[in-house]
């Protein structure tokens, strides 16, 4: 399990990834990762997630961008003191990669 966090203007992003082999077929090129985002609000306004930008990128070097509107679906509106968590994959045709970006409050 691989782990990072980062705090930026009271709003606090851990993210838990993990690789899941039997999702997985690297005979056939195809390693899937899962990952857990935990966002919390630890400023003393509330505050809405607007947007995310994903920049994944492979050992090839391969770079593919995800935008869009909130994730999974939601724009979750975060008071002080509250917190999000979703679940989420990304599938890899390498058995390496990387994987980072923005949330737009």
Do not use: K
């Not at 070097?61 to 968590?85: A, C, D, K, T």
């Amino acid at each position: 399990m691989f782990s990072s966090e980062a705090l930026t203007n009271g709003i606090r992003v851990r993210v838990h990834s993990v690789y899941v082999p039997e999702r997985s077929d690297p005979e056939q090129g195809h390693w899937f990762f899962a990952y857990r985002v935990d966002i919390a609000n630890e400023g003393s306004e509330s505050a809405q997630l607007v947007s995310r930008h994903w920049i994944i990128t492979d050992a090839n070097g391969h770079v593919e961008q995800v935008r869009g509107p909130g994730v999974v679906g939601e724009q979750p509106v975060l008071q002080p003191g509250e917190s999000f968590q979703y679940t989420s994959a990304c599938p890899l045709p390498t058995p390496v990669g990387t994987m980072h970006g923005t949330y737009r409050w």
